[in-house]
């Protein structure tokens, strides 16, 4: 027989607000009120009862795609001002919702208009300066490649004589392709009675392009596994960041490939 346990809401959810439920045979469901949560692997399984007052519960996060969330948990979810995320155990995001601002209709217009009246342009000089930045600093200070970070500097430096949203992107591109190269020889420690099980290609960050995809998509050691599962939270989060704000996550400034998707 499973072992089941029931655990108060105190002990699962972190100061964060975040829960997640992950396993097989998830199942989120309304009883009594209370948001009742099943999940687990096997014979160890996890029940959760949240009640509507108290709970601290900020975003509910479900890792896998066997079991069922009924529209009443969704609508319990929503009114006590939470979100949900579902992606899949590669990191793929399936669904978001969350709180969404009141629709305002100059802003929808102005994000609508953003590409053709310059704009997006500005913002995406912006927001590439400040990831090249960041990327040019770990790289620096962290991985101590002063070489590469000089680099990732002068492709930051030509960002201001960007003239199009296109010039934007290749400056990306060729800083991605410097920042994910000084990370391809970086070693990966396991523990020492693991050492002979574990792959070579595991023993290093290696390549961003899986050989299966030629691209980040299906990953084929755990570094970058983890990193397209980080890739995916941070695409649930800045959705649900762009709804709160009364943006449409669907209308886009600046499109990268997802082999230059950078932190």
């Not at 809401?9 to 309304?30: A, C, E, M």
């Not at 899949?88 to 102005?110: C, F, H, N």
């Not at 941070?234 to 996550?249: D, F, I, N, Q, W």
């Amino acid at each position: 027989m499973a072992a089941s346990h029931t655990l108060p809401h105190s002990h699962t959810i972190r100061k964060s607000g975040v829960l997640v439920l992950n396993g097989y045979g998830i199942r989120v469901q309304v009883n009594a009120g209370h948001l009742l949560l099943h999940d687990g692997i096997a014979d160890e399984r996890r029940t959760i009862r949240l009640p509507r007052v108290n709970h601290g519960l900020k975003r509910l996060v479900i890792i896998g795609s066997d079991g069922f969330i009924s529209l009443e948990s969704l609508r319990w979810v929503s009114s006590v001002g939470a979100s949900f995320l579902m992606l899949d155990r590669k990191g793929k995001v399936l669904a978001v919702t969350g709180p969404v601002a009141p629709a305002d209709a100059k802003l929808r217009r102005s994000q609508t208009l953003a590409v053709g009246n310059g704009t997006a342009l500005k913002l995406s000089k912006e927001l590439i300066s400040r990831k090249l930045t960041g990327q040019e600093l770990l790289i620096r200070d962290m991985l101590h490649d002063s070489v590469t970070a000089d680099t990732i500097a002068r492709f930051r430096d030509e960002l201001p004589r960007a003239e199009s949203l296109e010039v934007v992107r290749l400056i990306e591109s060729q800083a991605a392709r410097s920042y994910w190269q000084s990370w391809s020889d970086l070693p990966i420690h396991w523990p020492r009675q693991d050492e002979r099980r574990i792959a070579e290609h595991w023993k290093r960050f290696g390549s961003r392009i899986s050989p299966i995809t030629h691209s980040p998509r299906l990953a084929c050691n755990p570094p970058n596994a983890l990193a397209n599962f980080l890739y995916g939270l941070l695409e649930a989060e800045a959705t649900v960041a762009a709804s709160a704000m009364g943006l449409l996550p669907e209308i886009g400034l600046l499109h990268c490939d997802a082999a230059n998707r950078i932190p």
